[in-house]
């Protein structure tokens, strides 16, 4: 309502968001350098197909991407990084935004429907594979919003596997999204 | 974008030789100022735009498509992943 009513400080609000953006992402930075322990609890207590499944969640998501900017017309580079958010909405918008609002938006939409699709759809999704499926569904968001949702509808011994399928996508989605918008 | 992937970095450095008080520094409280405060202005910049204002109702249906598609690639290649490893 801010931009609507006074859009003539679209650049200082545009500036505003940047640096904190830049503050966000220090602040994650931190986050996950602290949390490296249980990345390392993980890779001692994991089976392959949670180990590697991020691999497949970010691919999936990218293919998808790409199918996605074929039907909308959104341009390819765009479309990857709109993926690449893989449900963390708070930064995929904003760095996107960078690029221009109307991809920030997108970016923003996407993947907050992202999250909310797996708060709807995960008690449905516990198949014979255990929690591969959830855990893909929640992306980044395995770690903290959807993680309750996976442990309830597909077992508490999932809790690890969630956090640090969690933990590796919020790791990548920065540096996806960057690597990407750096073409 | 590549000064936020140098200060990501550092940030990660920094987590790993702060260790405990690392997630103290990047919890919930630093994380969640930062993050209201530029979800604010990134609001703030999408309402001031123009071009937004007037492509809503597209934008509104392009999330859609990315959202669907997006998370359908993950859970289909998460499920063929299972398959293969439990074949």
Redesign the interface.
């Known amino acids: 309502?801010?931009?609507?009513f006074?859009?003539?400080?679209?650049n200082s609000?545009?500036l505003?968001?940047q640096i904190?953006?830049?503050?966000?992402?220090?602040?994650?930075?931190?986050?996950?350098?602290?949390?490296?322990?249980t990345l390392k609890r993980a890779l001692k207590v994991l089976k392959?197909?949670v180990l590697?499944?991020p691999v497949?969640?970010?691919?999936?998501?990218?293919?998808?991407?790409i199918?996605?900017g074929i039907?909308?017309g959104?341009p390819l580079k765009i479309?990857l990084a709109?993926?690449a958010g893989?449900g963390w909405y708070?930064l995929a918008?904003?760095?996107l935004?960078?690029v221009s609002?109307?991809w920030?938006?997108?970016a923003?939409?996407?993947?907050i429907?992202?999250e909310i699709?797996?708060f709807i759809l995960i008690p449905f999704?516990k198949?014979k594979?255990?929690a591969?499926?959830p855990?893909?569904?929640g992306?980044a968001t395995a770690m903290d919003t959807t993680m309750p949702m996976i442990t309830r509808f597909s077992g508490e011994e999932y809790v690890l596997g969630a956090l640090y399928n969690g933990v590796i996508l919020s790791m990548m989605v920065?540096?996806l999204i960057?690597?990407i918008?750096?073409f | 974008m590549i000064y936020l992937l140098l200060l990501f970095s550092i940030g990660i450095v920094l987590g790993i030789i702060l260790k405990n008080r690392g997630k103290e520094f990047g919890g919930d409280t630093p994380l969640n100022a930062s993050v209201l405060l530029m979800i604010f202005f990134m609001g703030a910049s999408i309402g001031s735009s123009e071009a937004i204002r007037e492509s809503a109702l597209s934008v509104g249906i392009q999330s859609l498509v990315f959202l669907v598609f997006s998370v359908s690639g993950s859970v289909l290649f998460a499920h063929l992943w299972g398959r293969w490893v439990s074949d």
């Open positions: 309502m801010l931009g609507v006074f859009p003539s400080f679209s609000y545009s505003y968001g904190f953006l830049y503050i966000l992402i220090f602040v994650i930075g931190v986050s996950v350098g602290a949390n490296t322990g392959k197909d590697l499944l497949f969640s970010i691919g999936g998501a990218l293919f998808g991407g199918l996605g039907i909308t959104v479309s709109v993926a893989l708070s918008g904003p760095m935004s960078l609002p109307m920030g938006a997108l923003f939409l996407s993947n429907g992202r699709l797996s999704m198949g594979k255990g591969l499926i855990m893909a569904m992306g920065p540096i960057g690597f918008l750096s």
